[in-house]
């Protein structure tokens, strides 16, 4: 499974983007969806995830904010983004987890925020 992800740019805070990871591949075991991201000089941290049925997580930092959702027919993942804040500054990545816990990871799209 490979993963590639787009979506990212610059934007004014306050501002929206939309994130979108297409995957390549067989996909029937994958069962967690999730975006991570990671600012300069920090760790890489998890943002959001969408799991078997349906159930999404959050970081406190985006709940309310951002939403993630997935088109399984489509082989998609997306990270819906409101309400930037410059802090929102980072290379986000999108995973792919199957059953086995194996985590496949996209490229990276970077997100600038400026105030």
């Known amino acids: 499974v490979q993963l590639q992800a787009s979506g990212g740019g610059w934007v004014q805070a306050g501002g929206s983007l939309r994130l979108s990871c297409a995957a390549s591949g067989k996909i029937s075991s994958i069962n967690r969806m999730g975006w991570y991201r990671q600012a300069p000089g920090k760790q890489r941290e998890l943002v959001a995830r969408i799991v078997g049925g349906g159930t999404t997580d959050y970081a406190n930092f985006v709940k309310g904010r951002f939403t993630i959702s997935r088109d399984n027919a489509k082989k998609m993942v997306y990270l819906q983004m409101n309400s930037l804040k410059p802090e929102d500054t980072a290379v986000y990545y999108c995973?792919?987890?199957?059953?086995?816990?194996?985590?496949?990871w996209g490229q990276g799209t970077q997100v600038t925020v400026s105030s």
């Open positions: 995973t792919m987890s199957r059953v086995t816990g194996y985590t496949y």
